[in-house]
């Protein structure tokens, strides 16, 4: 592996991938209840196993997905405080950092906002008010985004330097 140490931009990918995930895996919750339901009125599998299958996809659609989305996206906060570790950085980027933390939280405003006008079609509107992790994230990614990049702030110009006067 090559020597890859962590961005100061981790901020600004952090909220896309974020956002990207949120609308990726709000549509794949969307249509797997349709899939099952399509399933069910088929009639194709009438067994106990078959109608078993169905259900434990129905609740994958319905529950698993969102505690996936959630599960990911605590590993992304993890991973841009770990990545704070590797980024060997002098103190005078500090404005450049608070340059691009600023733009991160724009940045989440305007694409949350983006989130809230797609899932507010009305194809989704009745099941945007089942999907509460989902709107969890994303109503409160600015605020996210402005802690997360703020203890990674923290984190990359806090750290112990031996070899420095």
């Known amino acids: 592996m090559i020597n890859k140490k962590g961005d100061i931009t981790d901020s600004l990918s952090f909220v896309i991938v974020v956002i990207v995930l949120a609308i990726g895996f709000f ?70 950092y608070i340059i691009f933390l600023g733009i991160a939280v724009i940045l989440a405003a305007y694409l949350a906002n983006a989130y809230e006008t797609f899932s507010q079609v009305p ?27 703020a203890l990674s702030f923290i984190i990359i110009f806090s750290k112990f330097r031996g070899n420095q006067v």
Do not use: W
């Not at 899939?35 to 996809?57: C, D, P, Q, W």
């Not at 994958?60 to 599960?71: D, H, P, R, S, Y």
């Not at 999907?131 to 996210?144: E, K, M, P």
């Open 27 to 96: 549509i794949i919750a969307f249509i797997i209840p349709s899939i099952t339901s399509g399933l069910r009125n088929a009639g194709v599998n009438s067994t106990s196993e078959g109608e078993n299958a169905i259900n434990k996809l129905n609740d994958f659609g319905t529950q698993g997905i969102q505690k996936g989305f959630f599960f990911v996206f605590m590993g992304l906060c993890i991973s841009v405080l770990i990545s704070a570790f590797f980024i060997d950085t002098h103190p005078i980027f500090l404005f450049l």
């Open 123 to 149: 194809a989704f509107n009745s099941f945007y008010a089942t999907q509460g992790l989902f709107t969890l994230v994303v109503s409160h990614i600015v605020l996210i985004t402005v802690i997360v990049g």
